[in-house]
Each structure stands twice: as C-alpha cells, then as structure tokens.
C-alpha cells in the first residue's frame, strides 16, 4: 500500500540528487528568507505612510505565504534525499561574536526541527490568512505584529545556535503580550501582565540554564552541535541543578503543572491567530529545547529528575483533565486541553526511549495543528453564536453544517481518534510507557484518553446539539475561514494516515542526537516498528 | 471505557510477542504457549465488552436506537457490533482457559439480562436492541465454552480447535440475516404507522401489511430457533451443545433464555401485527411500497434456509460444516427436543399471557412487579448517570476549585502578593519628610560606626 508514495519520493529524490549541489545555495536562502521576508514586510508595513488596506493584505499574505511555502519545500527536499537525520541546509555566518563568545548564526535542520520547522509554517500560513480576514480593528498593527511574531517562529526551529534559538523565541514572545494586552477580549490587561511576567520569568530561569550549560560544557561554540561535540563521551557535573534549570525554565514555557495557570486565560483571552500561533508552535519552544538540549546533554540529570517529572506530567494529564472537564467557556476549555496533552509529551520524554521521545515529538506536532485548528474553529463559533460560554450555546448544528462538519472532526483529532495524527503521537507514548521502569503509568496514562473523550464529545454536544439557542445573524462559516481550517485538517489527515511522513525522518534524527545515551529500546523481534 | 483496556491489551501483546500482526501472533504463541496470560486476554476482551456490547458496557446499543432504521439495521445486524465477536474469532489463541470461563459468564449474563430486559420494553426498535444484546451475549458465550470444549474435550480431530469460532461466526451469520430483516420489517411498520414506534399503538397490521408481517414472521421464527425453519435453531444448537458439554449452569441458564427469547419476540409479534388496530396511525397504515418489501423477502428467505450449512458457498460450507460442533448419538435427540420445546412453548406461552392484540401490557396490569423487574433493566442507567452527575463532575469541579484556590490563587498570586507587600515596605521608607530622612541618615551613620570600630565583627562572623 505504502509503496506508491515511497516510490514517488524515490522519484523526486532522484531528481533533486541529480540537480546536485547547486540546490543547495537555493536552499539556504530559502532558510534565511523565511525568516527574513516577514519581518521585512513587517518593517515594510510599519515605516510606509498610507497604504490601501488591500496592499496591507497583500504584503502581510506574502509574509506568511513564503515561509510556509519554503517550509513546506524544505520539508519535501529533507524527506526525499537520502540522511540519516543529521543537519541539512546548514548556515553559518560570523556576526562578530565568534571570537569572544562562539556565537554565529547558525541555521539548519536535522530530523528533530524538520517537523516543528514545516509546523510553524502551515500553522502561521492558516493564522496568518485567518488574521487578514478577521476584520479586527487597526489591521496594519495587528499584522506587523503577527508578522514579527511568524519570523520569530520560523527562527527557532531553524536555529542550530543556542544564543539564536532563545533570541528569536523572545521576538515571537513579545508581540503576544503586545496582542493581548490590545486584541484580546475581556480581563485582556490583568491577563497579558500574568503571561508577561510569568513567561519572562521562565525565559529568565531557561537563559541562567542554556548559559550555565554552556560554562560547564566548555564547548567553543554555543550551539546544539557544538555542544554536544565537546561533552562527546565525556560526563561532567551539576548535571542535576542544569536539568532542574532547564526543566523548570522549559517547563513553565510549556505549561508543566503546576506553572500552568497562565496558559488556559492567556489563550482564551488572546485574538485567535495569536492563540493559533502560540498554542500551536511557540509553546512548543520548552519541549523542543528539552528534546534537542536538555536532554541529548544532560542525560545524568534527567534520570535525576525523572520521578518529579512523572508526578507532575501526571498532574498535567488528570488534575488538569478534571480542570478541563469543568469548563463552561469553550476557549478556556481549549486552553486547558492544550495544557492537559502537555501530559503526554512529558511523559513521552519521562518513558526515555527513542520510541517515546520519537512519539512525543509526533505528539507535538499533531497537537500544534489540532489545538491551531480548535482555536480557529472556536473563534468562529464565538464570532456566529456571540459568546463561548458553551451553556449559552446549542443547537448550531442545524444552522452552520460546515461548521458543524469541521469542529467535531477537529475535536475528534485532539482527541486521538485513530486517522489523524495525534492517535499516532499517543498510541507511541503509551507503548513506551509500558516499556518503561514504571509500566503502571500507562494506565493512569490511558485516563487521560477517556477524561479528553468527555470533555470534547460534551463541548460538541453542548455547542452543535440540542434546543437552538440565540440566533446566528453572520450564518455559516465563510470561505476564507474554512480554507486555514481545511488546510489544518488535511495536515492531520494525512499524517494520520500516512505517519512515515513524520516519524521517518524523527526517529533518525533522535538516534542521531541520542547516540547511546539514552537506554535505546528497539522493539523485540518482529517486523512491526511504531509506525507501521 | 472498553477501548482502554484494549489498548493495554494490544501493547502488552506487542511488547510480549513483538508483532500485533495476527498471522505472526498466531504462529508466536503456539510456540510460546507460556507467554499468553489471562490478564492479556481479558484486557483484550475489554475491547469486545464496548464493541459488541457485553454487560456492564452494554447502555449505548439501546440508546443508539434513535439513529434511523436502516442505520440500526446496518449496524446491529451485520457490521459493528460483530466487530468484537469476530475479533475474539481471529485472536483465540490468545485467551487462556480461565479467561475462557470469564468470558463464557460474560455472556451468558448478558444473554439473560438482557431478554429480560426486553419484556419491560414497549418500543419496536427498543425490543429489537435488546434482542440484538441477548444474541450477541449468546455468541460470545458460544465462543468461550465452544473454546473450552475444543481445549478440554476435544473429540481428536483438529477442527475442534475451532469449536469456539465456528460456533460464535456460525450464530453471527443467521443473527445478521434474521435481525436484519427484523430491523427492516420494523422500519417498514414504522413508515406504515407515521413514526409511531410502541408496539401498543399498532396491532392489526396483518391485514393491512400482508407482506411485511409474513417477513417479519419469518424472522421472529429465525430468532425464537423453530426447528428445521428458524437459521437460530441451528446456530443456537451448537452453542447450547457446547455449553451442555462444558458448563452444565449456563447451560440451564441460555435454554431459559432460548425461551425468553421466543417469548418476548412472540409478545412483539402478537401485539403488533395481530388483533385490531390500537390507534388511529395504525388503522391507515398500508403496505410499503416494494422498494421497502423487496428487501424483507430476499432475508426472509436467507432467515430460514440460513441455518443449512449446504446452502453456503463451497469454502464457507467447509468452515460451517467442520468448525460448528454438531451434538451427536443421543445428545443429537435431547438438544433437538429441548431446542424444539423452548422455541414452541416460548411462542406459544406468548400467544397465552399477551392474547392476541391487546392495548396494554397484560404482565403490567396483572404483575406489576414483574413488569417492573424488566423494566429496571437492574438501574444500570441510573448508576452511570449517578457517577457522572455526582461523582465525576463533581469532582471536576472540586479538582478546578482547588487548582483556582491554591496553585493560581495562593502560589501564583501569593507570589505576587508578596512581591507587592516589599513594594509597599519600601514605598513607605519614601516618606518625603525631610527630618525621617536624617533618622536614617543617623542610624546609617551608627551602623557604620560600628561597622568600623569593630563592634559588628562577633556577629558578621558567624
């Protein structure tokens, strides 16, 4: 069955070998562009004087068309050519803190990034557009921002350089605050100043950790190669209070219990494409950082660690689960189902095995496109029902089909129904959960599955079925929100279906950063791998 | 609820065997008989309890009944809830002779619950659902014992290794073809009678619908097992046969049923189709056209005959004829008197106590508490609902308060409050009167004083 994609790659990787090193110089523009071209149209929109609102469009669509264009391209050229996981693309440019400091922008992706790089692309594309027909007031602003928002995105997954990776996560940091503080609905103030204060604070904790790591490795360059080159079979110490460093930093970044209590205000009160960005790709910096940093580096601390950080992904996954199933506003609900799979990734990196960090990462993405997807549906459903409040909603079935048709598939996928992407991520965390030196945890684990099967057949229950309540003046949902919503959904359609898309190039690269490091669990003997 | 335990099941075979291939597992564990636990089995079996509606996952079949005719007739019938007995079929060299025995109980129990449930309820397609649960508890307690008996009291040869699957897939296939044509002949009594779906409403309908009550007919014959016309009666025989030959009390329990069950479907058919009519809906209804009939009569036919294993195509015929155990010698005669007595005392008990057409329920009016027994159907709904309502969301709730209360009240904004409180400690240093000023000014001038002349050394050092 699989042959026939597999054969067409052949294909086209034959003829991108063919094309040889010339793509290559292609390529690496193409890193730096999608980067570069939405903060140049950002600037662009920022400093020209009057501008017709059309050309506003036009210039903010280029800004998130070409970086989800290239992302998508890179991701092609990646799957196709023949690595073993390693870095491709590679840019390394002296900005005069080498000498001192090891630092250079260094740009690449190895089969860890690749899937977050192509995320934070399709992500941004469906937000971005989303964004230009929402109609908010004072437009331009809110694009420049969301611009700077997408070309911080699209520099941290392709970051090799520590100092880079942390610059551009802040550059997409801030414009959140910035968004929610302006756009975002009721309680916006007090909530942008939690989220600003707690988010610097775990930002603060990350940087003391990455720049520790960095003294205490003695490696001459400050990036994730480098660093790992120079501890290459070697142990050193404080690896503990490093990986505390680090997990409580990441952790608060990624809404690990008990640092969570921003997330679930913060994305229900913050405008949707902005929720949609950072729901969906930039929280993901905290894990992504732990899986390419903390812990390839650290792997003495994280066995330290470990037993906390299974009590408080636990936590993520049921006290939270409770918390969500006792929501009555649709988007704090959201909110706090994005918190609640948080859960499974941790423990997908608790279970230390290629096969849980492989599926914990695949968990990830599909999370980023789910989550994206609810927060666009969600603010639709707002928008035509006129609140969120699920208990003053009802009945929408009828009146808005498509809506109707896109939100239950949505919830549907979030919740690991097998076909969409997430059931891959799951189903591999708890296959690892069982291998791991606690195989009790994988039934506690599988609650979870339950508890996010209530509260999401509820919400879709209370929203679409039952008496008809308020009217729905604006009718169903339009063309140009369907099509960010569509694009999302095919994106965890076929992972889903097609998991290799994914997993292939993950599991090299995760053997790669992890060589003999982490406890390697390869299935035992049988022709079944995890994603076959 | 069932797909949790499926899916430790699933992962504790693929960490055990290495493969969820069925053709690689198969091969495995008759290599290793030693590495299929009972735990294994039975957490796969979970997934049979939701999928094919064993107690206590049985609630959602009857409440799935609001969906249309067709639709339950799809899915109870043929497709989806045969997807657990069928998948005890292909995966039963994974269960152990315990777990055999607990999944015969299962369904057995849910054999008899649920026909006795179905006498408390006056709703055709309701009736129906009930039916289809007490069939589907008769197959997978066919596929346990038939199982057992292959393991224990296998007569030699190597089908018998098979006796649980040819039984539970043999009863599978007739109950596809009868409770297809009944959920069909519903739907069409259904249309005739303007959606009215209590049976009490109906009554008279053999004159207006000849056609359909003649199906319909067939297919509560089929059901009830009336010998050498209803396919049951040969599918039921091989489960009861096995049952006989293993486990005498289920045995005696699933006869008790096979009696219900041509009970309760005898009290369907008298009220609904035979009398006078009971209401205005019914007293208009007419035949269906035969876009609707047509159906019924091509399974009618594969109703009755669908019991003779020679009617099957070559390479099914095979699998009816070797793999379904056939009572022989003298237990050929006793199952065959005990299947014909059920099925005909059953129907004909039915004809006594419900007449022929009445406006009510005559146990109702005659022995409330009997009625109200089945009508219970033992509080399972209640029970589940009590959880959800006082249990579970409560303590969703409880959970959601103290996460308000402690981690984003009392750490979160405690922290804050904390940091505030020095903000206001130091403000009020901040007086703007000059004279507070030179107090401190004094007091910072003593403690330098101090601090030179060696005084503070005692208490610096320590």
Redesign the interface.
Known sequence: MTQLPIAFLDGVSACLRSAGTSMSGFHVYLMIFAIALPLIMALALAVSGKLPERMVKACAAIGFLVPGLSSLWLGAVYLASATDGGYMFTVLADLGLSSRFGIYLHLGLNGIALPFYMLAGLVGMAAGFYAIQSGVERLRLFLILLLVMQGGLMGVFSSVDVLFFYFFHEFALIPTFVMIAIWGRTGRKAVALEVTIYLTLGAMITLAGLIALYVFTGATEFSMTGMRAALWGSGFPHQGTLFGLLLIGFGILVSLFPFHTWAPRAYATAPAPVAMLHAGVLKKFGLYGLIQIAYPLLPQGAMEWGPLLLWLALGNLLVIGFVTMAQRDLKLMLGSASVMHMGYAFLGLYAYSTVGIGAAIMMLVAHGLSVALLFLLADVVEKRGGTADMSELGGMGTRTPVLMGLFPAAMMASVGLPGFANFWGELGIFVSLYASPTPWVLYLALLGIIISAVYGLRAVAKVFFGEAKGEIPDGDIKASEKWPALLLLAALFLIGLWPRLISDPVNEGVLQTFPDRAPVITAPAGEISLTE | ?G??GF??GI??V??T?????LG?LQELAHHSPDSVTTAMGLLLFCGVLGKSAQMPLHVWLPDAMAGPTPISALIHAATMVAAGVYFLGRTFFLFTGEALHIISWVGVVTALCAAIWAFGQRDIKKILAYSTLSQLGYMVAGFGMGSLYGLHHGDGHGAALYYGIGASMFHLTTHAFFKALLFLGSGSVIHACHHEQDIFEMGGLYKKMPLTTLTFAAGVIAIAGVPFIGAAFFSKDAILYVAKMTNFPAFLILTGTALLTALYMGRLFVIAFLGKPNSKSAEHAHESPWTIVLPLVVLAVCSVAGGYAGLYPERLGVLVQNWVPLAHGSDHTLMLVISAVASVVGLGLAGLVYGFGSKTDRVEDKAPPVYAFAKSKFYFDEIYNAYVAKV??R???F??FL?TLF??GL??KGT?AVAGLFGIGARRVHTGSVAAYVWWFFFGLLLFGAFAGGFLDGILQK
């Open positions: 609820m797909d949790f899916l430790i992962i504790m693929y960490w065997f290495g493969t969820v291939s690689g579970q969301d303590l969703a709730d959970v959601s996460d981690i984003s750490l979160v804050a």
